[in-house]
């Protein structure tokens, strides 16, 4: 019977059903506790991530009969994929099942940016009636600019253009030529990565980390950004330098931003106080991806594609 082990949560209904007649350990703490980790996997076929289990070449040399990867999510740069090639260990990342959730994080958090009205529970309650301070913007008539124009940047395109944004996008993977740039809801303007940054009233990063993508934001990508302009990162931690995200708040050139990925993540008391009483910042735990609906959606996919791995082999 071959064994599965799952080192982070997904949806337990998707695991009795799809990954049935398995030996399935199923340990969400895994991902904390490395050393349990490397025993469970000393006889595992299969694993089932999410970002924060780093599946590298020592836990790797220890499963010595792993076969299969299932990654809860799309990013992959905590798994060593050439490692895994060189075994003939596949890997199915959940493509598409976590889009939706992560298009409606980046539009509702640049309406909440933009209107500014949203955190006035407490002061309304007590009696102070703050209505002047808070005359937001509308989202209307503003550009989003996407770094990157992948599934989720274009699902974030669409919920975007039915509020009257106008879009623009920068993805040198794209052909000029290619339909996307052209969807139902209207054109989608292609800009080269200055222009873009330069142009964009909320910017919204939808880029996998690599060398080339690491600190693409900092403090010259942000002095480079409109003044009042919105920076929204639900990609990856180190695409964004955060402290100078932190000084261009502090500013007032930036005017706001929402950042759910950071560069250690769960991220600590100490790395954390840098953004502590920082205007017009929201921060979110790397949950932009994970609804109740598509927690049910990666799961059931990854784990469909772990079991039809074990299966045809």
């Known amino acids: 019977m071959p064994k599965v082990v799952i080192s982070e949560f ?3 209904a ?7 007649g398995f030996d399935t350990v199923y340990d ?18 299969a694993l089932i991530v999410r970002n924060r289990t780093q599946v590298r070449v020592d836990l790797l040399a220890a499963a010595p009969g792993l076969k299969v990867i299932g990654r809860l999510g799309v990013g992959l740069d905590n798994i060593d994929v050439a490692a895994c090639t060189a075994r003939g260990i596949a890997v199915y990342p959940a493509t598409g099942a976590n889009d939706d959730a992560v298009a409606e994080y980046v539009v509702a ?6 209107r500014g009205a949203y955190g006035a529970t407490a002061r309304v309650a007590a009696g102070t009636w703050p209505r002047n301070a808070l005359m937001g913007r509308e989202i209307g008539g503003k550009r989003l600019g996407l770094v990157g124009f992948g599934a989720i940047a274009r699902q974030t395109a669409r919920r975007a253009a039915a509020f009257g944004m106008a879009i623009s996008a920068h993805d040198p993977f794209l052909a000029a030529d290619d339909p996307a740039w052209n969807p139902p809801h209207g054109p989608v303007r292609n800009l080269a990565l200055d222009a873009l940054i330069a142009r964009s009233d909320v910017l919204s990063l939808h880029v996998p980390l ?5 600190r693409l934001i900092d403090a010259d990508a942000l002095t480079r950004m409109p003044r009042g302009a919105i920076l929204i990162n639900a990609a990856r931690g180190e695409v964004v330098d955060g402290a100078a995200v932190v000084a261009a708040l502090r500013s007032g050139h930036l005017g706001g931003a929402a950042l759910d990925v950071f560069d250690r993540e769960p991220l600590d008391a100490q790395a954390g106080a840098v953004f502590a009483d920082v205007p017009n910042l929201i921060l979110t735990p790397h949950i932009a991806g ?3 609906e598509s927690n049910v959606r990666v799961s059931v996919a990854t784990a ?3 079991r039809r791995h074990l299966l045809e082999r």
């Open 304 to 306: 469909r594609a772990v």
């Open 14 to 20: 998707a695991i009795a059903a799809d990954l049935r």
């Open 290 to 292: 994970v609804t109740q």
């Open 10 to 12: 997904m949806d337990e």
């Open 210 to 214: 690599t060398a080339e993508t690491r």
């Open 109 to 114: 958090a640049a309406l909440v940016l933009l």
């Open 28 to 45: 969400p703490a895994l991902a904390d506790r490395p050393e349990a980790l490397l025993l469970a996997v000393a006889d595992a076929d």
